[in-house]
């Protein structure tokens, strides 16, 4: 069975990791890809992970 590679160009923003605290509550963490702190750049996304599940790991292109 071939196994399908995907891979993505990050031309146009941040390719970042978000963690939830375990156990919650806690503070959020976004990291860039190299383990820069990004989020006093983006202060709406704490905000919108309240919502997320605690202990969620989260790769993701902002």
């Known amino acids: 069975m071939?196994?399908?590679t995907h891979q993505s160009?990050?031309?146009n923003g941040y390719?970042?990791?978000v963690f939830?605290?375990?156990p919650a509550p806690g503070?959020?963490?976004l990291q860039s890809r190299r383990g820069s702190?990004?989020?006093s750049r983006f202060?709406?996304?704490e905000?919108?992970?309240a919502d997320l599940p605690d202990g969620l790991v989260l790769d993701c292109v902002m």
């Open 2 to 4: 071939p196994q399908e």
């Open 9 to 11: 160009l990050e031309k």
């Open 15 to 17: 390719r970042a990791i």
């Open 20 to 22: 939830t605290p375990w």
């Open 27 to 29: 503070p959020l963490l």
């Open 37 to 39: 702190l990004l989020k």
């Open 43 to 45: 202060p709406e996304l």
């Open 47 to 49: 905000v919108a992970a």
